[in-house]
């Protein structure tokens, strides 16, 4: 099976612009969680999909945001970056609730905003 | 408030020594526990995890961890370690309540000296 795959790697933006990441999970898993990373705040969850459904969110403001399709892909979106935002975006898939099954993380993608 | 905490953020030990490494937690609810590993230059991978049954639980290479309900502990142990466990350990808990939370402890660095 794949493993869980983020596109792109890498992504360099400005402050005030927007970016969306993606994020495709292992064939047959329904759920998609979205974590930042960062050397001061280690890894913070953002947000957990579930068939298409948002589950739970954790603690970041509202111009983080996020979706998931019907496929169980899922995009997570950052609008108006700023420079607190420079972090490593992790995702993760599972096949049943983030809570309770085991997580199988992506690579990452690396955002820096300048 | 929910937290998890992981008091050592390096461990140095030598190649052949016991280790164990420290996570607590803070809840009022009841809790599923995991660590991960992430090893040099790869992405995060589950170790072990605890949902019911017995409060000690095991991984394929040698580590095990033990649920203390009293002392919201989470404590992974291992009685020789070896080079190759060179890597960043994460304690996860998930909280069972409404919010349904997972909260990562910020890590620990594993240094095995030869």
């Known amino acids: 099976k794949a493993g869980v795959t983020q596109t792109p790697r890498y992504l360099i933006k400005t402050r005030g612009q927007q970016v969306t990441l993606s994020c495709s999970p292992i064939s047959g898993h329904r759920s998609v969680s979205w974590y930042q990373q960062t050397p001061g705040q280690g890894l913070q969850f953002l947000f957990e999909y579930f068939s298409e459904t948002q589950r739970n969110k954790g603690n970041f403001p509202g111009r983080f945001s996020g979706r998931q399709f019907s496929n169980s892909r899922s995009e997570m979106n950052v609008s108006t970056l700023e420079l607190g935002d420079s972090a490593l975006y992790l995702c993760?898939?599972?096949?049943?609730?983030?809570?309770?099954?085991?997580?199988?993380f992506g690579p990452g993608t690396r955002l820096t905003v300048l | 408030a929910q937290s998890v905490t992981q008091l050592d953020s390096q461990v140095p030990v030598f190649e052949e020594a016991p280790v164990e490494l420290r996570c607590n937690y803070s809840s009022s609810v009841s809790v599923y526990l995991f660590w991960y590993v992430q090893y040099p230059n790869q992405g995060l991978q589950l170790l072990l995890k605890y949902l019911s049954g017995s409060t000690l639980v095991e991984s394929i290479n040698g580590f095990e961890a033990e649920f203390n309900k009293s002392q919201t502990s989470f404590h992974l142990r291992k009685p020789s370690v070896h080079i190759s466990d060179t890597a960043e350990y994460f304690c996860a808990v998930s909280f069972m309540n409404r919010d349904d939370k997972i909260i990562f402890g910020k890590g620990t660095r594993l240094h095995i000296l030869p």
């Open positions: 993760a898939s599972s096949s049943g609730l983030a809570g309770e099954d085991t997580q199988y």
